[in-house]
């Protein structure tokens, strides 16, 4: 006696299972959104597109985090040194030897790829809590050399970086940077959400669920561990690139250990184990000490609290992270599926009921 979805959505071969867009409604809506993005920064404050492109580069970071926590199950606080990785190779390449955007940027890459590598090797042997050491470890480790070389190269206040000329265009506006950034954001969400459909992703799941039964069904743990760790350092130091181009500068007062903090709490209110997670909870934890500093001076609030004002978002951020722990792990993406996406399935109908079928 087979169970069927309520919503008279059905998948009838691999090729419909393995689409991209399930259903006519959710291109169309997704046609919308695209071209909502477009229009977006020809319409809002230079302020508000500053923050469009802020959230835009932390998806980019959440997004590679999630690849190794969220699908892989490795747990990772040493996020913000992957970041400081591809800084500070932009840094290095752009501002002592002068190379242009379309080689600093790959090599940052590279770079990140290759600490990746590194930090991975210890996943071999260590578990759990460890893993957590190690990453912590590492970050402590890129920020103390990183550190060294911005003093060693006489900029204290953090390296400058020029503006990149992509062609002959030289990108140094916001509404420039706005669609550069969405353009390489899209194409890395559109290439995780390729890799988790494919072999590598499954074995990536198959760890996280279970690593024991994976490695009895023929998975090489080691080398998918590794990889996830390649994979995600890579992606990171590529948003670190980005970042510093956009930025102007590179600093090593960035990549403290709040920052991997910020971005643990990206994915766990976003969603783990979720593309969109990522990007909504980017989206989130980018907008929030903004949206905190507006209700602070909109409802005036006394000198001595305003002072505290990082402390009250600490506090807000931990707050919010046991809030989505205990209420709703699965985060904005799990309220998405759980809640909002089965009310637009069968409306106009007012509850959704499990049709059940018999031969």
Not at 61 to 81: D, K, Q, V
Request: aromatic letters at 14%; a positive charge; glycine letters at 10%.
């Amino acid at each position: 006696m087979p169970i069927t979805s309520g919503s008279g959505l059905f998948k009838t071969s691999y090729r419909g299972d393995m689409s991209l867009f399930g259903s006519p409604f959710i291109v169309f809506w997704t046609c919308v959104f695209i071209i909502l993005l477009v229009v977006l920064p020809f319409i809002v404050s230079p302020y508000h597109l500053h923050i469009l492109n802020l959230i835009i580069l932390a998806s980019i970071g959440a997004l590679a985090l999630n690849m190794l926590t969220g699908y892989t199950g490795i747990i990772s606080l040493g996020h913000g040194g992957f970041l400081a990785v591809g800084s500070f190779v932009t840094a290095a390449l752009a501002n002592q030897l002068g190379l242009p955007f379309y080689i600093t940027v790959p090599a940052a890459i590279f770079a990140g790829a290759l600490v990746g590598l590194l930090t991975g090797l210890p996943a071999l042997r260590l578990r759990a809590v460890y893993i957590i050491l190690a990453t912590i470890a590492m970050q402590f480790i890129i920020v103390l050399v990183a550190s060294d070389f911005e003093t060693r190269s006489g900029h204290t206040g953090g390296i400058p970086v020029s503006a990149p000329s992509i062609g002959p265009f030289i990108v140094d506006k916001p509404k420039e940077w706005y669609f550069v950034l969405l353009v390489i954001m899209m194409i890395v969400a559109l290439f995780c959400i390729n890799l988790v459909r494919s072999r590598v992703g499954r074995a990536w799941m198959a760890i996280r669920d279970r690593d024991i039964v994976a490695w009895s069904l023929g998975v090489n743990i080691g080398y998918y561990k590794i990889l996830a760790f390649v994979f995600s350092s890579a992606v990171a130091s590529l948003a670190g690139s980005l970042a510093t181009y956009y930025m102007g500068f590179a600093t090593t007062t960035e990549f403290t250990i709040w920052l991997s903090m910020f971005y643990l709490a990206m994915i766990i209110v976003g969603g783990l184990g979720s593309i969109m997670g990522s990007l909504l909870g980017a989206i989130v934890i980018t907008v929030l000490p903004y949206l905190l500093s507006d209700i602070f001076s909109y409802l005036k609030v006394p000198a001595w609290l305003e002072g505290r004002i990082f402390a009250v978002q600490y506090a807000l951020l931990g707050l919010i992270i046991a809030v989505f722990l205990i209420i709703e792990p699965e985060g904005l993406v799990g309220i998405w599926r759980k809640r909002i996406r089965p009310y637009f399935e069968l409306w106009p109908f007012k509850f959704r009921r499990t049709i059940v079928t018999t031969k």
